[in-house]
Nanobody, 126 residues
């Protein structure tokens, strides 16, 4: 059973950058897809970015495309989210999720991910 721990959140100003980390309790196998989601108060959990461990391919939500980059380390036990040009609307709790054998059409759906971290708060404010 994979355990995930997010870190790297904080309070920043608009235009700043942050790098979030998601550390897994074990090496993540190629059958997994790991995604970043975020949830603002009163809103549903929103898809941010995903990386498929089998091929290293990634995909992004429209609201973060061109500003955020998802990556993994060579040991395949951590996933990162580099967030640049942050906006106030990026404020949310960011969660890392992992799911096995996900079909590509389902990667946007948080209910498909069986493992979640506790989340890390990102606040973008002037």
């Amino acid at each position: 059973q994979v355990q995930l721990v997010e870190s790297g959140g904080g309070l920043v100003q608009p235009g700043d950058s942050l790098r979030l980390s998601c550390a897994a309790s074990e090496r993540i196998s190629s059958s997994y897809t790991v995604g970043w989601f975020r949830q603002a108060p009163g809103k549903e959990r929103e898809f941010v970015a995903v990386i498929r461990f089998s091929a290293g391919t990634s995909h992004y939500g429209d609201s973060v495309k061109g500003r955020f980059t998802i990556s993994r380390n060579n040991a395949k036990d951590s996933v990162f989210l580099q967030m640049n040009s942050l906006k106030t609307e990026d404020t949310a709790v960011y969660y890392c999720g992992a799911g096995r054998n996900l079909i590509w059409s389902s990667i946007w759906d948080p209910s498909r991910y069986g493992y979640w971290g506790q989340g890390t708060q990102v606040t973008v404010s002037s």
